[in-house]
Each structure stands twice: as structure tokens, then as C-alpha cells.
């Protein structure tokens, strides 16, 4: 009891000794403190409780990419099996080019005992040499066949009106075309880089054009070449073939091309 009682005076004592002024002062800066602490107390726990929820649903994405890392790993690792069906489709949709060795190795069923494709390729091809002969350069790629013949065998220099001497070689070109009806065709003309003097307003553009076209109309008027299957289309100096530096190079590039364009049907089909 004599504890207690100690205490209590000594309270009394230190207390009758501070001023009451400042007795509240520091009271009122306690309780400023305790408030204080309260608030920033709790404010630790919500931002504690926001980071400990971000840390979970970071958790379940990481889980859910490597579950899907693993799944398409798994797929990934699997043999693919691809038909002949894939095979042809993968290479037209990769290089649009079929070459005359694709189709050659390519089987049309899966019966052995069948003809391979490529034949009907072939065989146009060997159709433009016979019938076109030394008279124009013949070119493949791309799954077309491209037969080139110099301007000079069709026009004078700088017009658009064929020569007399053009239908050796035209009648040619119609004979390879109406052999072969089902095959579309693009008649293409192409000029050197040169300008060149004339009356008319036109450039390399127009008579690039006008050649072509007047190439396609004489198939069509003369030699009954069905037009619903012609292409007229100009090129200019755009498409060189050789260096227009030299006067032999601009000779080179100027010439019509005619494009013939087999489906790939035809191509594989015989």
C-alpha cells in the first residue's frame, strides 16, 4: 500500500510542478501523434494488402503462361504430318512459283501407277519452240512461259503502227495461241529509257500501251484469236531485259512479250 501511495504523490509532484499551459500542449501534440500514427498505421496495412493482392494475381498469370508455354511446347515437339495436299499448297503460298521440277515430283493421287503433272508444261513449252522458233527468246518462271520478240521484227523506230513484216512473226504467235485455247495470254510492250521525236504528245508510258494493243487487235482481226482471253497491258522502260547504256542494251529492251499464263489446273492436269 505504501508503494502505491509513494507513486501517486510522486505523480502529484511532477505534475503541480509543470505549468497547466503546458500541460495541454503537450497533451493536445500527444494525441496529434496518436492520431497520426493511427492514420499512417493504417494506411500501411491497405497498401500491405494491395501489393500482397497484385503478388497473387501476378502468381496466377505466370502460372497461366507457363501452363501455355508448355502446351504449345507440346506441339511444337510433334511430328507434323503433311499430305501431298500440304505440300503443293505450302509452296504456292510461300514462292507463288511452281517450277518445272515441283510438278514433275508432285503426284496427282496417291496410286503410284498414276501419270505425275507437269506434262502439259512441258509440252506448251516445247510448242513455243517448234512454232515460234529463232524469231523470238523464250523464258519460264513463275509458272508462266514468257516469249519475247524484238520490236524491230514488228515496228519502226518510235511508232506504234506494225510493219508489213510483222505478220511472219504474228502468224506464228497466233497459231501457238489458237493451239492452245484455254491458255490465258498477257501481251506485254516494253521500251528502252530513251525519249524519242514525235508529232503526238506521248511518252514511253502511251507507246508501250499503244504497241501492245496493236499487237493484240491484228491476233484478234486477222488471226481469230478469241480476245476474251487477251491481257494488253504496257510496261514503258520500266522492265529492262539489259543495260540501256549501249545502243545493243536499249535494242534488247525493246521488244513485246507475250505471257502465256496456264492455270494451275492445266498445269497439273493432263
Known amino acids: ?24 500542449d503537450a497533451l493536445e501534440a500527444n ?21 500482397a493482392n497484385s503478388i497473387n494475381s501476378l502468381k496466377v498469370t505466370v502460372q497461366g503462361l507457363s501452363d501455355s508455354v508448355n502446351f504449345y511446347r507440346e506441339i511444337a515437339m510433334k511430328p ?25 515430283n508432285i503426284a496427282l493421287t496417291e496410286n503410284k501407277s498414276n ?3 507437269g506434262k502439259f508444261l512441258t509440252a506448251l513449252k516445247n510448242d513455243v519452240k517448234t512454232i515460234t522458233g529463232a524469231a523470238s ?3 519460264m518462271g513463275k509458272g508462266f512461259i514468257y516469249v519475247d520478240v524484238s520490236t524491230k521484227l514488228l515496228f519502226n523506230s518510235g511508232k506504234n503502227t506494225l510493219t508489213s513484216k510483222a505478220n511472219l512473226t504474228l502468224i506464228q504467235i497466233a497459231k ?4 492452245n485455247p484455254d491458255v490465258e495470254v498477257m501481251i506485254e510492250g516494253h521500251t528502252d529509257n530513251k525519249l524519242f521525236k514525235s508529232s503526238a504528245k506521248i511518252d ?19 488471226y481469230k484469236v478469241n480476245p ?8 514503258s522502260e520500266y522492265m529492262p531485259i539489259d543495260d540501256n547504256r549501249s545502243a545493243a542494251g536499249r535494242a534488247n529492251n525493246r521488244y513485246i512479250r507475250i505471257v502465256l499464263m496456264p492455270t494451275l489446273k492445266q498445269v497439273l492436269m493432263n
Open 137 to 139: 527468246d523464250l523464258k
Open 1 to 24: 500500500m505504501k508503494k502505491y501511495i509513494t507513486i501517486i504523490l510522486l505523480v502529484v509532484s511532477i505534475t503541480s510542478c509543470v505549468p497547466p499551459g503546458k500541460l495541454n
Open 228 to 235: 476474251s482471253r487477251i491481257i494488253a497491258a504496257g510496261r
Open 176 to 179: 501457238l495461241l489458237n493451239n
Open 80 to 104: 507434323v504430318a503433311l499430305t501431298k495436299g500440304d505440300i503443293l499448297f505450302d509452296k504456292i503460298v510461300k514462292a507463288g512459283v511452281l517450277t518445272e521440277s515441283d510438278l514433275n
Open 115 to 117: 501419270i505425275e503433272g
Open 204 to 222: 514511253n508510258w502511251d507507246l508501250s500501251v499503244q504497241r501492245a494493243t496493236s499487237v493484240v487487235r491484228i491476233l484478234q482481226t486477222k
Open 31 to 51: 494525441t496529434k501523434l496518436e492520431i497520426k500514427y493511427d492514420s499512417f498505421y493504417q494506411s500501411h496495412k491497405d497498401t500491405v494488402a494491395v501489393i
